[in-house]
């Protein structure tokens, strides 16, 4: 089991920057690879970016690559979500979430946060 604490998000105008943290604890986030994802009102959850268990490997949904970079930090049990350059279409919720192995579907994660409100103004 492992529990998952989403901080960092706010009110931002566009153009500007937010970090996103996910604090894990119970068994160690290292032993699981992490997930970004968003979800708008009255939209499906998405993809947004993933980290391997090591860090060595990363992926991101092509509307935020270049402007957002997922890291972590194993001896914090924390990952992270820079995101840079906001667009008002960045607008969601986001959750980060632990799973075996990176996948792109929310559905293939174990564990979630309770989520973390961005709102990027025009």
């Known amino acids: 089991q492992v529990q998952l604490v989403e901080s960092g998000g706010g009110l931002v105008q566009a153009g500007g920057s937010l970090r996103l943290s996910c604090a894990a604890s119970?068994?160690?986030?290292?032993?699981?690879?992490m997930g970004w994802f968003r979800q708008a009102p009255e939209k499906e959850r998405e993809f947004v970016a993933a980290i391997a268990r090591s860090g060595d490997s990363t992926y991101y949904r092509n509307s935020v690559k270049g402007r957002f970079t997922i890291s972590r930090d194993n001896a914090k049990n924390t990952v992270y979500l820079q995101m840079n350059s906001l667009k008002p279409e960045d607008t969601a919720v986001y959750y980060c979430?632990?799973?075996?192995?990176?996948?792109?579907?929310?559905?293939?994660?174990?564990?979630w946060g309770q989520g973390t409100q961005v709102t990027v103004s025009s």
């Open positions: 119970g068994r160690t986030s290292s032993t699981y690879a």
């Open positions: 979430a632990a799973g075996p192995l990176i996948r792109f579907g929310p559905n293939e994660y174990d564990y």
